[in-house]
């Protein structure tokens, strides 16, 4: 990879949010409540899920759901110390490449290396968004549009985050509808997390490790890298903690070099891109740079930015970068409106109440600032959200009988002539507007 100067487009409000917000998903839950964690973005199920003010049983002992007793704090952190780390300096790091795999990345604020990494042919580029178990909204859009025939080969895909982990079933095409719809409807909260504190950590990412390696098979590389190969892109998004910095994955470039080494890392990465700091353990991956090995530590790609359109010096309001597509698609997998309810009096509920608002506002700036690049372009701009209609209860984080619901509602507005729309959602208290809603194909009505 090569260094440039890293962008400074996230402002200190937006850094002090999501340490907000990981603290109110995962810290504070978990103390809270034996299953309050919730992985990824904040999504809807952890919010419903918050159990205000737990009951007290008859001899007076605070109790989770359902009565039974309160689970005890995590053992402290020191039962479970990581070995420690080969040094390294800021020069190795910007130096520093996947032994055999020269392609594999770049940094997601270098542009030059983003440009020669497109594709030669401009088509449109699909935009998967964080979300959490939310993802099951863009599971369902997806194979809604393959189910009305309306589903693109798209030139670009990106994914953060659970975007990142639907990313490779979008790309390699609908015969891998039935195992997306799988993967966001049959799974639990033991499919992706296990309780209990490592050295790193608030929880165990084990089951999302063995959950990423059952789905993503030899046979979906294969075909990632077919689609590679005829010129498509796929890329995800992690963040290298070490230089603070976002890092494009190129998924398809790794799926082409075949082999254990590609499978490996490109199931490595997936799981890198979900492991919110904190909450889960971070990734190491090994690299090297002039010959010394050494390996970096990688986080959620949602620590740089809820999805992934263009270095965000490309999308800044004075830039006259043209996004090279012909329709920009983002699918956001969460809803923007309000969600109300009257605020207890408990630490979690009150981070998880105002960092849901946070995410909201981060959002709609980004999308503001894909809508004004995408005008600037020429490029039709289309976008999907969860509809404020969907009102479906939730019993925890990763229910599967709410995510089956998401997925449905996804799933029909798919096939509707209204997936998606041309502008992004008003504003609560907007004055209404001809909302010049577009169909799938992206051609005004």
């Not at 409540?33 to 159990?51: S, T």
């Not at 989770?64 to 005890?72: R, S």
Request: hydrophobic share 45%; proline share 10%; aromatic share 8%.
């Amino acid at each position: 990879m090569l260094m440039t100067k890293p962008s400074r487009w996230t402002s200190c409000a937006r850094v002090a949010a999501r340490a907000v917000f990981v603290t109110a998903v995962f810290v504070a839950p978990i103390f809270a409540a034996p299953d309050f964690a919730a992985p990824f973005a904040l999504d809807r199920a952890f919010a419903q899920a918050a159990d205000p003010a737990p009951a007290l049983n008859p001899k007076g002992a605070r109790t989770g759901k359902k009565g039974l007793p309160a689970a005890p704090p995590p053992p402290a952190a020191a039962a479970h110390q990581p070995p420690p780390r080969t040094p390294f300096t800021a020069a190795d790091d910007a130096a520093a490449v996947i032994p055999g795999m020269p392609d594999a990345r770049f940094y997601a604020d270098a542009d030059g290396e983003f440009a020669k990494a497109l594709p030669v042919q401009p088509g449109p580029w699909l935009i998967l968004s964080t979300g959490g178990s939310d993802g099951a909204f863009g599971a369902g859009i997806l194979n809604g549009l393959s189910a009305a025939g309306q589903r693109p080969d798209y030139a670009v895909v990106t994914g953060v985050s659970t975007g990142a982990l639907m990313a490779p079933f979008a790309f390699a095409g609908p015969r891998y509808d039935d195992a997306l719809k799988t993967a966001y409807t049959t799974i639990t909260a033991a499919d992706v997390f296990e309780a209990g504190g490592t050295g790193e950590s608030f929880v165990d990412s084990w089951p999302l490790k063995d959950l990423i390696a059952k789905q993503i098979t030899p046979a979906l590389l294969a075909d990632v890298a077919v689609a590679h190969n005829s010129g498509r892109r796929l890329f995800v998004i992690t963040t290298d903690l070490d230089a603070q910095r976002s890092v494009v994955w190129n998924m398809g470039a790794i799926a082409a070099r075949g082999g254990d080494a590609a499978l490996n890392l490109f199931r490595t990465v997936l799981l890198a891109s979900g492991a919110i700091p904190g909450a889960f353990p971070p990734v190491l991956i090994g690299v090297e740079a002039g010959g010394k090995k050494f390996s970096e530590m990688h986080v959620d790609g949602g620590v740089g930015g809820q999805f992934f359109v263009a270095p965000a010096a490309l999308l800044e309001s004075t830039s006259d970068y043209r996004i090279p597509a012909t329709e920009l698609y983002v699918v956001v997998n969460s809803g923007l409106q309000p969600d109300f309810q009257v605020v207890q009096p408990s630490t979690p509920v009150i981070l998880a109440q105002s960092v849901g608002a946070a995410v909201k506002v981060d959002l709609r700036l980004m999308l503001d600032r894909a809508y004004l690049a995408a005008r600037r372009s020429n490029v039709g701009f289309n976008v999907a959200t969860i509809p404020a209609s969907f009102s479906a209860p939730s019993r925890g984080p990763f229910d599967p009988d709410y995510m089956k619901a998401l997925y449905q509602t996804g799933y029909e507005q798919g096939k509707s002539a209204n997936a998606f729309a041309n502008r992004p959602p008003p504003y609560p208290g907007q004055s209404a507007v001809d909302p010049n809603v577009i169909g799938k194909t992206g051609a005004s009505r």
